[in-house]
Nanobody, 111 residues
């Protein structure tokens, strides 16, 4: 089964941007939808959006375009770009594919 590794998190000031990565371990990573979630401290994990095999994205948390999901099939990677970061974006961010979760990457937004 595929393994997923998230990266790119860190400490960012409000208003900044981050691009998180979700890297798959096998070529079939490109054949399946990739879902992105986040879990703020003390809260439930919440769905951010997804990108299909063909690149169609669905992001209910669009929030005026702050979240952008993409993928690079050649690199077996999906990206989650978050712009204009706010303190409430502080969370562990996860990707998921076929029920498999990565380990998550921590994003902390603070001045």
């Amino acid at each position: 089964q595929v393994q997923l590794v998230e990266s790119g998190g860190g400490l960012v000031q409000p208003g900044g941007s981050l691009r998180l990565s979700c890297t798959g371990s096998r070529d079939d990573f490109n054949l399946h939808i990739v879902l992105w979630y986040r879990q703020p401290p003390g809260q439930e994990r919440e769905f951010i959006g997804h990108i299909t095999r063909s690149g169609y994205t669905y992001i209910p948390l669009a929030e005026e375009g702050r979240f952008v999901i993409s993928r690079d099939s050649a690199k077996l990677v999906s990206y989650l770009q978050i712009n204009n970061l706010k303190p409430e974006d502080t969370a562990v961010y996860y990707c998921n594919q076929q029920g498999i979760w990565g380990q998550g990457t921590q994003v902390t937004v603070s001045s």
